[in-house]
Each structure stands twice: as C-alpha cells, then as structure tokens.
C-alpha cells in the first residue's frame, strides 16, 4: 500500500501544516502514514453493501443548545497570556497574503 | 453597461450572511456588532485546548427559514474542518459545511421575472476581524495586524447561486432581493455597512452559446454599488484580455472601490489545500419533519407576495406605481399604507407619498403617526392642500410630529372657501375678456392663465384643480 503515498505527498501535507520535517523523518512518516492508509484500504476492501455512511460513531443527531447568552471570558484573562497586545487587540506579524 | 456585441457575461454569486442570533453558532458568547474588542470571546472562540462546540438551535432554525424562503430543500447535513492556517481563526480551522449542506436546491425569482437557481445555503462560523496597520492600512505595505475575535464563530449562511445571471444589473437586483428575503425571515438585519451581508462574484464570459469561460472570483464586495462596478469592470477586462489574444488566468481577486478596479490577490496554484476533514466534535444534523413544517409554517410573506398584495389596491398600477411598491416593501412600509388605504386615504396618494416623502424622512417615522398620515392625504384628496402644501406639511409633520391640520394652518394652507375661489374667478373673466373668450372657443392652455391669476391674488394658497372645475362651469 505504500505506493499509494509518496514522499513527496508527505512533504507537502507536512508544509500545509505548518511541520518542519528533516529527511530522516520524512520517511518515516511515509512509510508510517502508509500503514495507517493501508488499514483504511482493508475496509474498503470489505463488502459493505447495504450499510448506511456513518458520519459520527455515537449515532446521536441534532444536539443543539438553546440561544441564551452566557458570561464571555475577562479579556484581560487571556490578552496577558499574549505575546503581544495593542488596543485590547492581539498584535500579530504582517499577514502575507489575504485571508482565504 | 453592456459588453461589447457578441460577448455575455456569466456571473455567480455566493453570498454571506450574518444570522441575527442571540449568541455564536458553537458557544454562548454574545452575537452583537459594536462591542469592545475581545469582550465576547471564550475558550470555544480562542480555540483553546479542550474547548468543545455545541450547535446554537435557532442559528439552525434561521438558516431553514432561509433555505425554505429559497424554495430549497433541507436534507441530513454535517459540519466539516476547512484547515488553513491565518490568525484571524484561532483554532487554525474553520467549521462549515462541506459536501452535505443543510439547504440544496432551490430558486430565486427576480422583479423582472428572472430566475436564479439556489445550489446551496449552508451553516458555517464567521472569523475574527484584522486590522492592518501602517502602509496604507491594506494588507499589502502592512507592518503588523491587530486581531478581535468577537466575530469570531458568529453564525453565518453562506449563500451559492447558479451561474445563471447575465449582467451587473441582474446580480444586483438578485442581491437586493435576496436581502430583502434575509430581512423578512428575520434571519439577517441586512445592514451592508456593517458586514451583516457580503458577496463574492464569480464572473466569466463567453460567446452566446459556447461554453463557460474562465472565471474569476472577486471577494468581500460589501455594498451592491460595488458589487454591480466590480462585475462590470471584470468582464470588461475579460473581453479586453480575450479580444487580444489572452487567456484568462483563474485566480481571486481584489476590488478597489477608490480605484475602480479589480487586482490580483491569488492564482489557483496559490490556492490553498483545506483539506476538510469530518469535525469529530459534531454529530449530524438531521431536522425532524415536524421541527421543519414549524419553521416553515411561522415564515411571514416574502417580499414578492407583499409586493404583489400592495399592488392588489391600485386597480391598473402604472410601471412609477411599480417601483414606487418595490421601494416602499423594502422600507418595510406596506403594513403602514394598507393601514392608511383601510381607514379611508387614496390608494395612489398614499403609494406616491410613501415612496417619496415618507422614504425621504424615513429615519424620522415615528413622528409621523397613522392617523396623521391618512389626515393630510384627505386634505389632498379633497383638494383642501395643494399636491405641494401637503407635501410640506408631511415633510414636517415628519420632522416635527406635530398635528398635519395645526400644521397646515400655521402655514397658512387654508382652505380657499369655494365661494371666494367663485367670486374671484368672476371677477378675473371679467378682467380678462380676451383670454376668457379664447378659452370659451377651445384654447385649453388659457387655463393655465387664469390659475397664474388666481394663484398670485390668493399666494398660492387655491388648488389648480378647482381652478379648472370652476372655469368649466362657467365655459
């Protein structure tokens, strides 16, 4: 199965999320990541004709909460824990490149 | 503005909109727009370790109301994670939905009776908002950004049309409609200004009948002003482009309402990979038949059927009369003029002054009461006031909120006393035998002599109308 994930598809799953990898763990990643891939292919090797897509393993639907306004956090509480503030704001680095 | 011949514009629009919900879509931070910076933020907003959502209902309820207000279907719907890393999403994920929305299929009929076809409109969190500093506050030349999470997990219904329209004007006029339909199921306040409403337009074109061209998608246009120019600027730039040979390059761009123009923010190999993925925090979303019908069953009447219903009290409305309907159901003032037709004010009357003098002084409406309003349009009727007197006395009873008779009266509207309107037009015929007797043989604009006449010896205080009746009655 590990043919089915490459080097190169680590790579840049690892860049997506923001992972500095060196080459040693770069393979290792590939050949566990391929592994745990494989698994899923065992499933799908299954004949699972007639079983409904499950889309959360509790089988619970519509939990949902009442629209009733609950006490927010004291922003100076988690502004301190910032690296930087300004204006009651968190102060971020420039942002290269407009929100997606 | 049109393309030039043997070109057609292509456009699609996917429109966000705030729910107007009493707290967040996954926590019970307050939802309102104003408030100090990261004063509604909690551990659910800050994406904080250990924090879990949990599904506001009447976000649900709101976003059904909206998909059966577009004639949509409402089926099992799941949340998915859109990663991408950006500081104005604390958790580095967004929660949407993603291939199971909970609204598919629907439609919207325009005023000019169009159809755009719903694809889909799904539940999703709002972001936390930037601000840029120093360069020209854009983010490009930006030094750093400053970030407020208040919006930050705000319930918003994303909106996704067909490509169905054909030009700026039409994807203006669906965006207006649709707005008005968010206001009257009480989903959206529908305040462009404030960010409750934004639209991305995908635009593209193409030779009638061939097949679609490339598109371009121009983000966050917040006001329909721009986004009719931003439309009507882009499919200009792809004929441009086309007409010399050009490819179009599929990429998102940027509006510039001070430039006029559209730039480039990012090209499809910049794109990024969000790779979605089922939030495990969330259990689907399946609305009960019976928890739809009652959604659906408490939906006021949209504005087409109130347009419709306004119309139903002028016997052969006039094309004025139309726009007129249109711009007083967007004031949400037909419940007003059918109050006022009902207790005796002219229908016609009652459209025009609405349309017109009340839409002027709109932000002032409480001081114009019903009654005061059904008073001076039969001052009008009876040709007590003048069309122009009571238009000034609406005018002020408007600012003001005094009494439409005391009004008119300290203005000295009175009524000219039929008898004295008669005494003086005998008198003026008279006077003026040549004039009077051109009028007797047919001269029709001789009227319009006698009524200057009468209206300098009576300052304007006589109505035009009675005028004539008068010289009638004595041809």
């Given at each position: 199965m590990s043919s089915r994930l490459t080097r190169e598809d680590v790579a840049k799953v690892a860049a997506l999320a923001r992972l500095r990898l060196s080459d040693e763990e770069l393979d290792l990643f590939t050949e566990q990541l391929s592994k745990i891939l494989g698994h899923a292919d065992d499933m799908a090797?299954?004949?699972?004709?007639g079983v409904a897509a499950t889309a959360?393993?509790?089988?619970?639907?519509?939990i949902v909460r009442p629209d009733v306004v609950t006490p927010s956090l004291n922003r100076d509480a988690f502004l301190s824990q910032a690296p930087d503030v300004q204006d009651f704001r968190f102060a971020v680095p420039r942002i290269v490149g407009e929100a997606p | 503005m049109s393309l030039p011949d043997g070109w057609e514009m292509v456009i699609g629009l996917e429109v966000h909109t705030e729910l107007?919900?009493?707290?967040?879509l996954f926590c019970g931070c307050a939802n309102a727009f104003?408030?100090?910076?990261?004063?509604?933020?909690c551990p659910v907003c800050l994406g904080l370790p250990g924090s879990l959502p949990v599904l506001n209902e009447q976000a649900v309820e709101l976003a059904m109301a909206i998909g059966f207000a577009l004639h949509c279907s409402v089926a099992p719907s799941t949340f998915h994670r859109k990663n991408y890393f950006y500081p104005d999403m604390p958790k580095d994920y967004q929660i949407s939905q993603y291939d199971?929305?909970?609204?598919?299929n629907g439609y919207l009929d325009l005023p000019d009776g169009s159809r755009v076809t719903i694809e889909r409109a799904h539940l999703e969190e709002d972001t936390g908002k930037s601000t840029h500093l120093g360069g020209?506050?854009?983010?490009?030349?930006?030094?750093r950004s400053l970030v407020d999470y208040?919006?930050?997990?705000v319930p918003l219904v994303e909106i996704v049309s067909g490509p169905?329209?054909?030009?700026a004007a039409q994807a203006r006029a669906y965006a207006a409609e649709l707005r008005g339909i968010l206001i009257a199921t009480g989903a959206?306040?529908?305040r462009l200004e404030e960010g409750s409403m934004r639209f991305d337009a995908n635009v593209s074109v193409r030779r009638p009948g061939a097949p679609l061209g490339t598109r371009c998608e121009i983000k966050n246009l917040n006001s329909l002003r721009s986004l009719q120019r931003a439309i009507d600027y882009e499919a200009a730039r792809h004929v441009a482009i086309l007409e010399d040979g050009g490819k179009i390059r599929q990429e998102t761009r940027h509006w510039s309402e001070d430039l006029g123009e559209t730039s480039t923010m990012r090209t499809k190999e910049e794109a990024?990979?969000?790779?979605?993925?089922?939030?495990?925090d969330l259990v689907e979303l399946s609305p009960s038949i019976e928890w739809q019908d009652r959604v659906r069953a408490a939906l006021p009447p949209m504005p087409a059927e109130r347009r419709a219903t306004l119309l139903t009290i002028v016997s052969e409305p006039t094309s004025a009369q139309r726009d007129a309907v249109g711009v007083i159901v967007d004031l949400q003032l037909d419940r007003f003029v059918l109050d006022a037709v009902a207790q005796g004010a002219d229908a016609a009357l009652a459209i025009a002054r609405t349309s017109n003098e009340i839409a002027a002084g709109i932000d002032s409406l409480?001081?114009?009461?019903l009654d005061s309003f059904v008073t001076t349009l039969q001052l009008e009727a009876s040709g007590s006031l003048s069309a122009t007197q009571a238009k000034t006395v609406l005018a002020e009873v408007l600012a003001t909120g005094g009494d439409p008779v005391a009004i008119a009266a300290a203005r000295g509207?009175?009524?000219?006393?039929s008898d004295t309107l008669s005494d003086l037009v005998a008198s003026l015929v008279e006077a003026h035998p040549d004039e009077w007797h051109r009028f007797r043989e047919?001269?029709?604009?001789?009227a319009q002599f006698f009524i200057g006449q009468v209206m300098k010896a009576t300052k304007g205080q006589a109505n035009g109308k009675a005028v004539i009746a008068e010289l009638n009655a004595r041809r």
């Open positions: 090797a299954l004949d699972l004709t959360h393993p509790f089988g619970l639907i519509n | 107007q919900t009493k707290t967040k104003g408030a100090d910076a990261n004063s509604q933020v199971l929305p909970i609204n598919s020209s506050g854009r983010i490009h030349g930006a030094d208040n919006r930050s997990g169905d329209m054909r030009s959206s306040d529908g990024d990979d969000y790779r979605y993925f089922l939030e495990p409480a001081n114009l009461s509207f009175e009524q000219l006393a047919g001269d029709e604009k001789l």
